[in-house]
């Protein structure tokens, strides 16, 4: 089934130390979304990639990077985690045209910071 | 802008109940999405419905029907004889046409709980 796959399901990573999580998707959609969601709130979003073009929300913090190699995949970076940064991260896509997309959402990297 | 208003937080309802989780949006576009999540315990967000600006016929799939009155700018979901696995957060969305265009606009979430 077409789908979108977020590897792992669950990271612990250390304060400080560069984590990267991945999201491949088999939908061929053009955008590509990274969401952050912190317990109890909603998603928010960090940025997204409208094919190869990058797009950063104004207040997702530098610490935060992407990379789309191929329209397929998509990471996070997280240069250096802090324990404020632990939160379920989502990725997300859309076909975009000429009308507005529906979403589909991958199942999420629950992250920890130790 | 756009903004997404789910007023109840938490609601806890007896099993067979019914139950009604309310939203209501803002956006100036007369073109744009609406949409229901779930979210259950393991986190991933599960789509339920999306509905356009242009049609305001309401849906029944089930369990579920969505009421969505552009007049009132609410797009509200009622679960008919609500089950345990009806338990999960469930979020309210917008996805309109103007600003940051591909964004996707949560309200906070309702928290239902299903009791057996």
């Known amino acids: 089934d077409a789908m979108v796959i977020q590897n792992p399901r669950y990271q612990v990573t250390q304060f400080g130390k560069p984590v990267t999580l991945s999201c491949s998707q088999t939908?061929?959609?053009?955008?590509m979304y990274w969401y952050q969601q912190k317990s109890s709130q909603a998603p928010k979003l960090l940025f997204h990639?409208?094919?190869?073009?990058?797009?950063n929300e104004a207040d997702t913090p530098d610490n935060f990077q992407s990379r789309r190699p191929n329209t397929s995949f998509c990471f996070l970076d997280i240069r250096s985690p802090g324990l404020g940064d632990a939160a379920m991260y989502l990725c997300?896509?859309?076909?975009?045209?000429?009308?507005?997309?529906?979403?589909?959402f991958g199942s999420g990297t629950r992250l920890t910071v130790v | 802008a756009q903004k997404v208003t789910q007023a109840q937080t938490e609601i806890s309802v007896v099993e067979k109940e019914d139950v009604t989780l309310d939203c209501v949006y803002e956006?100036?576009?007369?073109?744009?999405?609406l949409f229901w999540y779930k979210q259950p315990p393991s986190g991933e967000l599960v789509f339920l419905i999306r509905?356009?600006?242009?049609?305001?016929q309401n849906e029944i799939s089930g369990r579920y029907s969505w009421n969505f009155q552009k007049s009132t700018s609410s797009f509200n979901f009622t679960i008919t004889a609500s089950q345990v696995v009806d338990s999960a957060v469930y979020f309210c969305?917008?996805?309109?046409?103007?600003?940051?265009?591909?964004?996707?606009?949560f309200g906070s979430g309702t928290q239902l709980t299903v009791l057996p």
């Open positions: 997300a896509t859309s076909r975009e045209s000429r009308g507005l997309g529906g979403y589909t």
């Open positions: 939908l061929n959609h053009n955008v």
């Open positions: 990639y409208y094919d190869k073009d990058f797009n």
């Open positions: 956006t100036r576009d007369t073109t744009y999405y």
């Open positions: 509905r356009n600006s242009f049609d305001e």
């Open positions: 969305a917008l996805r309109s046409s103007s600003g940051s265009a591909r964004q996707l606009t």
